[in-house]
């Protein structure tokens, strides 16, 4: 019964070595085949030849159901990504020193596994880790990617399956030029700088002009004070019921407006600063003394009654203020 132990460790060795063997033709095979074309598409199948154990080598498979009926605008928008993922890690690597395989698996072509594992969404990947050889992880059950911010990027993955599989080389991902995208760049800058090459005669004028920019001046400054920016920060509304069956445009109370109350008080400075600018600068160069006092008269009137009833809009405001003008008491 000598020869019993010693029968016992050369069947041992051979098991080791057929293990050994079959999981180095596995890899081979798959990797050859993601040479040509990958990732490498699995079904039931495949997916279980490749994941099984023992394995010497990491496998990324993505889980996904790309078929139009199952609406998955995720794995849609993902697959370029996983794509460009893979093919850039295996032209990369040829020589299979990192020792990673890249595939995917359709709901069409694995409903068995989907359902063995249990998922209810899709895409979902997995990184199996190596269960022996040097770089062999102290548990064989698969990693899963968080798809839970949305769609990822190739860069994120690629880190992801970077930080997981240590001590070997991680070939860079490089997204290829976008020449289309170039070329509509370059296009769209020549005929941006050929039209203001040509307008430029024509708008360097009015950009010099001092009556535009003191227009833009008091148009903003119009806005600023009549409480535009009030508006926005509150969000008061347009207008309101006046609890008698009509429209209220002013809201009583200094801290309080409407949108329309502010339209309506910054067409008052309108006119009022267009009333004394004309008086300040129009009216001395009429040549006629009689039309001149017209004017003086037309202006000043209308700086009168306009502030009559600015001042009767801030006894609106509030009860107690003190100020009036005729005709609006």
């Known amino acids: 019964m000598r020869w019993l132990p010693a029968f016992l460790s050369v069947c041992l060795a051979a098991g080791s070595l057929a293990a050994k063997k079959s999981t180095e033709v596995r890899f081979k095979e798959y990797h050859t085949k993601s040479l040509s074309s990958t990732p490498v598409k699995l079904a039931d199948a495949s997916y279980k030849e490749l994941t099984s154990t023992p394995r010497d080598y990491t496998v990324a498979v993505l889980l996904t159901a790309m078929d139009a009926r199952f609406g998955c605008q995720l794995c849609r928008e993902f697959q370029p990504e996983w794509d460009l993922l893979s093919r850039g890690w295996i032209k990369g690597d040829k020589k299979a020193e990192s020792r990673v395989i890249f595939g995917t698996l359709d709901f069409s072509d694995g409903r068995d596994i989907f359902m063995s594992l249990g998922l209810q969404t899709a895409p979902v990947l997995y990184l199996f880790p190596p269960t022996v050889g040097a770089h062999a992880a102290a548990s064989p059950e698969p990693l899963r990617y968080d798809f839970a911010n949305g769609p990822q990027t190739a860069e994120q993955v690629h880190a992801w399956i970077a ?73 008061v509304p347009y207008v309101a019921a006046d609890g008698r069956g009509g429209i209220s445009y002013f809201a009583g109370g200094f801290q309080n407006q409407y949108g329309m109350e ?16 004309s008086l300040a600068i129009k009216v001395p160069r009429i040549a006629d003394p009689k039309a001149q006092s017209v004017a003086v008269l037309a202006w000043g009137g209308v700086l009168f009654v306009m502030y009559s009833f600015l001042l009767s809009i801030f006894r609106v405001k509030n009860g107690g203020y003190p100020f009036s003008l005729p005709p609006f008491m």
């Open 163 to 235: 930080r997981h599989t240590p001590d070997r080389p991680h070939p860079a991902l490089k997204r290829p030029i976008n020449w289309m995208k170039w070329i509509v760049t370059t296009i769209i800058t020549s005929g941006s700088l050929t039209a203001a090459y040509v307008a430029w005669p024509y708008v360097l004028p009015i950009i010099q002009s001092r009556n535009v920019w003191a227009a833009i001046s008091l148009i903003s400054i119009l806005l600023f004070t009549s409480g535009h920016m009030f508006n926005h920060i509150r969000k």
């Open 262 to 277: 502010t339209q309506i008080v910054a067409a008052m400075y309108g006119v009022l600063s267009f009333a004394a600018i």
